[in-house]
């Protein structure tokens, strides 16, 4: 699966008479990059514009070296032959809890440390509490406001991680998933202008500039959020800028958010407790999949819609300013509401479509017709 879908792209760009070069590339002044390292030899290209996409690598922390054997990070675990028995995952973030989650599904007994007070911090309250409660249903045992303070192999194989206040738990693995690193390290950039942050990030202005003239960063060497859909639309936001076809930049504050954990999560725009932050007043409406007939025939009626819009004067919900699923396939209905809150249309504009029945995707709807007072179940 994998290599034919690498396959493609590989195939895509010699169709585009994309000229590849194999090797480690380095950029220096004059918008020269040397090549080196690879099956392409020693190659020195020059262009009018270059872009910067080295992409991340797994942060890693002390006292948890990777070994590729008792210590690893997900790098290594998507590369395992078979699954531990045991495991812990350090981190209880949006990669946490995905390799979590499978593990746990495929057999594995799993238990997840993380620091802050709930796992999924980016999420909404209400969201995270129905994932923590599908985990620990299933078997995952969840430790949050926890740090870890090392591990000491066993002879007979495993290791004995140590967290909190002298607490101990014996696994055949750990999985360190505390987040991504930009790779930025071997860029070169010797006689350039670009500028790198104390965290690693390439320093750019919301056109994906560096402060070399046209040379350009996108992905996750940049401080947005590392995801695959935001790289490609920083990708596009570039190719328009340098056609000078003016494109507006992307708006991190609503792009779409999708955790593949079961149950799946996905987010758009402000949370509860965000709104709130910024002083905007809210109107909230919240439907179950428990109530939705795709979600019974399919046998997942764990899980929640969140629709969350701004109060009008009189008290009644105006634009919606944030919507949040978890449960069966919600990272394939958040589409609509995607659109919703990046048009800026208000409760009553969705709630005028007629949303398709029997479907998991008409809770949506269910929702937003909620906040206009009409609501068909509740």
């Not at 493609?8 to 585009?16: A, D, I, N, P, Q």
């Not at 070296?65 to 032959?81: A, K, N, P, W, Y």
């Not at 987040?179 to 500028?195: I, K, Y």
């Not at 328009?240 to 758009?268: A, T």
Request: proline share 5%; with cysteine.
């Amino acid at each position: 699966m994998i290599d034919g879908l690498f396959g493609g792209l590989s195939g895509l760009l010699k169709r585009r008479k994309v000229t590849m070069f194999d090797g480690i590339g380095t950029l220096h002044a004059g918008h020269v990059v040397k090549i080196a390292g690879g099956a392409s030899g020693d190659v020195e290209v020059t262009g009018t514009h270059v872009i910067l996409a080295s992409g991340s690598v797994p942060r890693t922390i002390p006292g948890f070296e990777v070994d590729g054997t008792r210590v690893i990070t997900s790098d290594e675990l998507l590369s395992l032959q078979e699954l531990p028995k045991s495991a812990v995952v350090i981190g209880g973030g949006a990669i946490g809890c995905e390799f979590a989650s499978m593990m746990s599904d495929l057999g594995t007994e799993v238990t997840i440390l993380e620091a802050l007070p709930k796992i999924l911090p980016g999420c909404d309250d209400d969201i995270t509490k129905i994932v923590l409660k599908s985990f620990k249903d299933r078997g995952i045992n969840v430790r949050t406001g926890v740090s870890v303070n090392g591990h000491e192999p066993r002879k007979s194989g495993g290791t004995t991680v140590k967290f909190g206040d002298g607490e101990t738990v014996d696994v055949d693995t750990v999985v360190v998933s505390v987040g991504r690193r930009p790779l930025s390290e071997n860029l070169g950039l010797e006689g350039t202008a670009v500028q790198v942050s104390e965290r690693g990030h390439v320093v750019v202005d919301p056109w994906c500039r560096t402060a070399e003239p046209g040379v350009y960063a996108a992905g996750d060497l940049i401080a947005t959020p590392a995801l695959a859909h935001i790289g490609f639309a920083e990708g596009i936001l570039v190719i328009q800028d340098i056609l000078g076809e003016e494109p507006v930049p992307v708006d991190y504050g609503n792009v779409p958010w999708c955790i593949y954990c079961h149950p799946e999560v996905s987010f758009v725009g402000h949370s509860e407790a965000s709104a709130k932050e910024a002083g905007i007043e809210i109107v909230v409406s919240k439907h179950r999949y428990s109530g939705n007939g795709r979600a019974l025939i399919l046998g997942e009626p764990e899980g929640m819609v969140k629709v969350i819009a701004e109060k009008r004067p009189d008290g009644t919900a105006g634009r919606l300013i944030g919507v949040h699923m978890v449960g069966p396939w919600v990272t394939e209905q958040l589409g609509q509401a995607y659109l919703a809150v990046n048009w800026e249309a208000t409760a009553d504009d969705v709630a005028k479509f007629i949303q398709p029945h029997p479907t998991l995707s008409e809770l949506f709807g269910e929702s937003v017709l909620a906040l206009t007072g009409r609501s068909l179940h509740g």
